[in-house]
């Protein structure tokens, strides 16, 4: 099993940064590409940002260059920096990851259990 623990979320104002965090933990599992999306009270979760094991990203049209993603394979950890917050980036934010297990074909997803993010204005 593979535990995926997001961290760095919390109030901010409008114009604010954070960066989350994302980092997984687990045996026998190789980590192909890692993402973070997010999920408003009310809302469906939605894509933001994907990366992966080769570096390629891949960013929603509405977080295109405000935030950044990036991984530390070695940490099995990805990050989100998000700059430039807007009260609409208000969400509970999850990061996933998905792989095979070793000597095994079928790919699995594991998500995080969430971090609030709140923009306030």
């Known amino acids: 099993q593979v535990q995926l623990v997001e961290s760095g979320g919390g109030l901010v104002q409008v114009g604010g940064s954070l960066r989350l965090s994302c980092a997984a933990s687990?045996?026998?599992?190789?980590?192909?590409?890692m993402g973070w999306y997010r999920q408003a009270p009310g809302a469906q979760r939605d894509f933001l940002a994907t990366i992966t094991s080769a570096d390629t990203t891949n960013y929603a049209d509405s977080v295109k260059g405000r935030f950044t993603i990036s991984r530390d394979n070695a940490k099995n950890t990805v990050y989100l920096q998000m700059n430039s917050l807007k009260p609409e980036d208000t969400a509970v934010y999850y990061c996933?990851?998905?792989?095979?297990?070793?000597?095994?074909?079928?790919?699995?997803?594991?998500w995080g259990q969430g971090t609030q993010v709140t923009v306030s204005s």
């Open positions: 996933n990851a998905d792989g095979q297990y070793v000597g095994r074909l079928s790919t699995v997803i594991y």
């Open positions: 687990g045996s026998g599992f190789s980590i192909s590409t």
